[in-house]
C-alpha cells in the first residue's frame, strides 16, 4: 500500500478505572460493544485489522462496500464495527459474521448490515496523523467525516465536558457500555494505555450457586456456577464467578460440600454444546440451589454473561426462587440516538 501506514498497526488502548477522569486536558467518547477495528483505503484497496492485529476484511463486505463509497481515496481509520438492532447494537449478530463460508457471510451483510463508528483518523491523503495530539486529529476527523461519512461510516459523538459524558449515559442508560476518556494533549501512542482510560458500565444480578467446579489443586473450590430461574421454574447456568479470596476458599468449599447432591441446573447445564467446550470445563459439581450471590457483570447475552462476573456478596436474605431471568433482560434504549447528532 501507498499509505503511510499499513497493517497491521497496534491500535491505543485503554486502562481500566473507576472513575471518570475530569479536567479540561480530557476528551470523552461513548463506548461501543463491538470489534475494534482499523480501516485501510488506499485506492480500490481496502483492508479492515482487528484489534489482535488479524485480518477482518472477508468478513464485512459491507462495510468494505461503504469504504469504497467515500469520496476519499488514502486514510486510515480507527473504530469500532457494530451490528444495529432495534435501536441497539447485537453483539450475537456480529460473532455470526466470523464464519468460514462466503455465502454465510454475504447473506448475514444483507440481512444485518454492519456499521463502522469511527473516533480517530490516523492518516489522510497518505500522511500519517498519528504523532498530532488528539485535539487536532479531532478538529481533521470531523472535517474528514463532514465531507466524507455516509450511512455505512458514523463519526463517534466526543465532547470535553464531563457533564455531557454523564448525559449519554442518562440518555440510554447501562445498554451504553462506558465511558472512554482520551488525553487531549496525547499523540497516538499505538498499543500503549497511558493516555486513554475507560469506565464500563457494570449491573448486578442475584443469582442461585447451582454448583462448582474444583480449582487446578482439584482441593479447593475454584469457581461457581451461576443460575437463574425460568418462568417455567427451571434453573438455567447463565454463567460464573471465580473472584473468590484465597483465605476464604477453605471454609467455602467446606459449605458447597455439604450441599452436593442436589439436581443442580435443572435447564441449561455447563458443559452443554458450545464452541469452547472442553473436558475441563464440563467437570462440575451440582449443588441443592440454597445459596444466592450477588454478582457484577457488563453483558447479559445469548442466556447468559458474556464474560466472567465479579462477586459481590451473599444474599442469604433472598430467596433462590426470587433470582429469575427478569432481573437480565435489557431495557430498550435507542443508541443510535447518540450517533445522530455526530
Not at 470523552?28 to 489482535?52: I, T
Not at 498530532?132 to 463517534?156: C, D, H, T, V, Y
Amino acid at each position: 500500500m501507498a499509505l503511510s501506514l499499513k497493517p497491521p498497526v497496534p491500535p491505543m488502548e485503554a486502562r481500566s478505572t473507576d472513575a471518570i477522569p475530569s479536567g479540561p486536558e480530557w476528551q470523552y467518547e461513548p463506548k461501543w460493544d463491538g470489534f475494534r477495528c482499523l480501516m485501510f483505503r488506499d485506492g480500490a484497496h481496502v483492508a479492515l485489522q482487528s484489534k489482535s492485529g488479524r485480518p477482518l476484511t472477508r468478513y464485512f463486505p459491507d462495510v468494505v462496500a461503504s469504504a469504497l463509497a467515500l469520496k476519499a481515496k488514502q486514510f486510515v481509520l480507527d473504530g469500532e464495527l457494530v451490528v444495529p438492532r432495534d435501536g441497539t447494537f447485537s453483539f450475537d449478530d456480529l460473532l455470526q459474521r466470523i464464519h468460514p463460508a462466503k455465502s454465510r457471510i454475504e447473506k448475514l451483510a444483507h440481512e444485518t448490515p454492519a456499521l463502522m463508528i469511527v473516533f480517530d483518523l490516523l492518516a489522510d491523503d497518505r500522511r500519517s496523523l498519528v504523532k498530532l495530539p488528539l485535539s487536532e486529529r479531532r478538529a481533521k476527523l470531523e472535517a474528514f467525516a463532514q465531507a466524507n461519512f455516509r450511512s455505512g461510516i458514523r463519526l463517534s459523538p466526543a465532547a470535553t465536558k464531563l457533564a455531557s459524558a454523564r448525559a449519554w449515559l442518562r440518555k440510554v442508560g447501562s445498554t451504553l457500555d462506558g465511558i472512554i476518556a482520551k488525553r487531549r494533549d496525547a499523540a497516538y501512542s499505538a498499543g500503549v494505555r497511558d493516555a486513554m482510560v475507560k469506565i464500563k458500565s457494570f449491573r448486578s444480578a442475584d443469582c442461585v450457586i447451582g454448583g462448582f467446579r474444583y480449582g487446578v489443586d482439584r482441593r479447593l473450590v475454584g469457581s461457581l456456577l451461576l443460575g437463574l430461574y425460568d418462568d417455567a421454574g427451571l434453573l438455567h447456568h447463565v454463567g460464573f464467578t471465580s473472584s473468590m479470596s484465597r483465605s476464604d476458599k477453605h471454609a467455602l468449599t467446606a459449605r458447597l460440600e455439604k450441599l452436593k447432591g442436589g439436581p443442580g441446573f435443572t435447564g441449561n447445564a455447563p458443559g452443554g454444546p458450545s464452541r469452547w467446550a472442553t473436558e475441563r470445563s464440563a467437570e462440575w459439581v451440582p449443588l441443592k440451589p440454597r445459596l444466592v450471590v450477588e454478582v457484577s457483570y457488563d453483558h447479559f447475552s445469548g442466556e447468559r454473561f458474556r464474560h466472567g462476573t465479579r462477586l459481590l456478596r451473599w444474599r442469604p436474605d433472598k430467596a433462590p426462587r426470587q433470582c429469575t431471568m427478569e432481573q437480565v433482560k435489557q431495557k430498550k434504549a435507542d443508541l443510535m440516538k447518540l450517533l445522530k447528532g455526530a
